[in-house]
């Protein structure tokens, strides 16, 4: 019999939100605490933005080196995002959930889809939005590496993820982050104490 440390799958978090909700600060901010969750680094072909390491925020690759691991099945799940493509590597997260570790996922709607499909059992989703529409677009404003244009485009399309937070499990509204982070602390640690979780051998743990 498993000891109860290891007596689940792990636990596959999902982070979703409108672009400028927060929700790459928040992820940061849950893997920097004690939690234990491991990081997805998701696959894009989108030229890299400043600050951000290969290897650590996303896996810059080319279209042609995207369009084969696709093929190759070695994607868990991917979406096309304003003229770049996203994906998550299977291997790395399905050697997480054998083992019993938790993995947090930072994609998008269409990925989270994707991966609720193949691992219902497995995979928790929570939405992130701002205090408002107002804010959205001022955090956009703020981060200074759009034009208009884009922005503009950025905009039109959070209000249409916006309307996906009724498909998700939990929501959190993303103005204080230190507030967002108890939030996604408490999300994690309920979800780690359900009994549903257990692998059967465990439940005859009084056998």
Not at 11 to 24: D, E, M, N, R, V
Not at 164 to 193: G, W
Request: include cysteine.
């Amino acid at each position: 019999m498993p000891s109860y440390r290891h007596a689940r799958r792990g636990i596959i978090f999902i982070l979703s939100a409108p672009s400028g909700a927060g929700k790459t600060t928040l992820s940061r901010g849950a893997l920097s605490t004690n939690l234990g969750l491991q990081a997805s680094v998701s696959l894009t072909t989108r030229v890299p933005r400043a600050g951000e390491c290969d290897g650590v925020d996303y896996s810059f690759v080319t279209d042609e080196e995207f369009r084969r691991k696709l093929t190759a099945g070695e994607l868990a799940e991917w979406a096309r995002v304003f003229d770049a493509s996203y994906g998550t590597p299977r291997e790395p997260l399905q050697r997480a959930v054998a083992s019993g570790t938790d993995i947090l996922l930072d994609i998008d709607i269409q990925g989270a889809r994707q991966i609720r499909q193949k691992y219902p059992q497995d995979a928790v989703a929570i939405f992130v939005l701002p205090p408002s529409f107002t804010e959205l677009e001022e955090r956009l404003r703020r981060r200074g590496t759009e034009d208009e244009a884009q922005i503009e485009r950025r905009l039109m399309r959070a209000r249409d993820e916006a309307s996906a937070f009724p498909e998700y499990d939990y929501l959190i509204i993303n103005s204080e982050l230190n507030e967002s982070l108890m939030q996604l602390e408490a999300v994690v640690r309920a979800e780690r104490l359900r009994v549903a979780r257990l692998h059967p051998e465990f439940m005859a743990w009084n056998k």
